[in-house]
Nanobody
């Protein structure tokens, strides 16, 4: 079992930045890592993925150019750098690790973008 714990959420003004962290209880080698979010009353939305199979990083159009996923395998940590935040970015943000059919989710961290 792999445990994922997100942190770094909070209140930020529009146009500001936040950096979310996802710490893993074990090695993230061979896992593709993704970030999702879910706003109240809305479906969970995929934001981006750091693929282990091809080493690429991919983003949803809604966050492309504003959000950046990075990972440190030695530290067993994945980050989501969020810049130019908008009120519509307010949501609970989740870290996700997948290896084939095996998937793990964190419990999420709340981001509130408001003036």
């Amino acid at each position: 079992q792999l445990k994922l714990v997100e942190s770094g959420g909070g209140l930020v003004q529009p146009g500001g930045s936040l950096r979310l962290s996802c710490g893993a209880s074990g090695s993230l080698d061979w896992y593709s890592i993704a970030w999702f979010r879910q706003a109240p009353g809305k479906e969970r939305e995929g934001l981006g993925c750091a693929s282990d199979s091809d080493g690429g990083t991919y983003y949803a159009d809604s966050v492309k150019g504003r959000f950046t996923i990075s990972r440190d395998r030695r530290m067993r940590t994945v980050w989501l750098q969020m810049d130019s935040l908008k009120p519509e970015d307010s949501a609970v943000y989740y870290c996700h690790a997948a290896q084939g059919l095996v998937q793990y989710w964190g419990k999420g961290t709340l981001v509130n973008v408001s003036s």
